[in-house]
């Protein structure tokens, strides 16, 4: 499940990951919230006909109680 949404040009999206029941494969024993992440991404303007895409990440993993943090640029 996502929602995307914007603030002054930059783009946002939150989404959660989650299994209903329990999973060796995640490590669950019941319903459980298996990802919460919050990213961004915005266009850096280096020249009028070149921009740089970037986006970074925040990802919560409540079940192993883990956080991670991803940064990156968008090759096109």
Known sequence: MA?????KEVGFKISTGFTPWASTIYG???FSFTSVQLGT?????????????IFAN????PVHEDIN???G???R
């Open 3 to 7: 929602y995307p949404f914007s603030i």
């Open 28 to 30: 669950t024993d019941k």
């Open 41 to 53: 991404s915005k266009e850096i303007k280096i020249t009028d006909s070149f921009s740089v895409p």
């Open 58 to 61: 925040v990802i919560v993993n």
């Open 69 to 71: 943090f991803v940064f």
């Open 73 to 75: 640029i968008t090759l």
